[in-house]
C-alpha cells in the first residue's frame, strides 16, 4: 500500500503565492507520472500540471506561466509552486501518482487533498 500525503494549503489573496508538496510513502519501486488535480464546489476535477518522471511536463492552459510543478525521485515527492493565484483558483488540490509496487504491479493512488482559497 501506498499513501500520498499532501501539505501547504491555505488562504491567501489575490496576487499571492503558495506552495503545495506531496510525499509518497510505502510499497515503492518507483514513481511513474505524478500530478495535481483541482476540484472547486461545483466543477470536476480537473488537471492542473503534471510531470514524468523524467521531467516532462503538461500544465492546464489556465494556469500556465502562473504554476510550475517540480518533483524528487529520490525522494518521491511532487512540489507545485503556485503565483499570481486569482479567486478562481480557490478548489481542493490532489496530489496523484502512478507508482510501481513491484516490476508487474502499477497502481494509481491519490492524496487526501489541501484546500486553497484565494480571497481578499
Known amino acids: 500500500q501506498v499513501q500520498l500525503v499532501e501539505s501547504g494549503g491555505g488562504s491567501v489573496p489575490p496576487g499571492g503565492s503558495l506552495r503545495l508538496s506531496c510525499s509518497a510513502s510505502?510499497?515503492?519501486?518507483?514513481?511513474?507520472?505524478m500530478a495535481w488535480y483541482r476540484q472547486g464546489p461545483v466543477l470536476q476535477r480537473e488537471l492542473v500540471a503534471l510531470?514524468?518522471?523524467?521531467?516532462?511536463?503538461n500544465y492546464a492552459d489556465s494556469v500556465k506561466g502562473r504554476f510550475t510543478i517540480s518533483r524528487d525521485n529520490a525522494k518521491n515527492t511532487v512540489d507545485l509552486q503556485m503565483d499570481a493565484l486569482k479567486p478562481e483558483d480557490t478548489a481542493g488540490y490532489y496530489c496523484?501518482?502512478?507508482?510501481?509496487?513491484?516490476?508487474?504491479?502499477?497502481?494509481?493512488?491519490w492524496g487526501q487533498g489541501t484546500q486553497v482559497t484565494v480571497s481578499s
Open positions: 496523484n501518482a502512478d507508482v510501481m509496487e513491484t516490476i508487474l504491479r502499477l497502481r494509481n493512488y
Open positions: 510505502g510499497r515503492i519501486l518507483s514513481v511513474n507520472n
Open positions: 510531470i514524468g518522471r523524467g521531467g516532462s511536463t
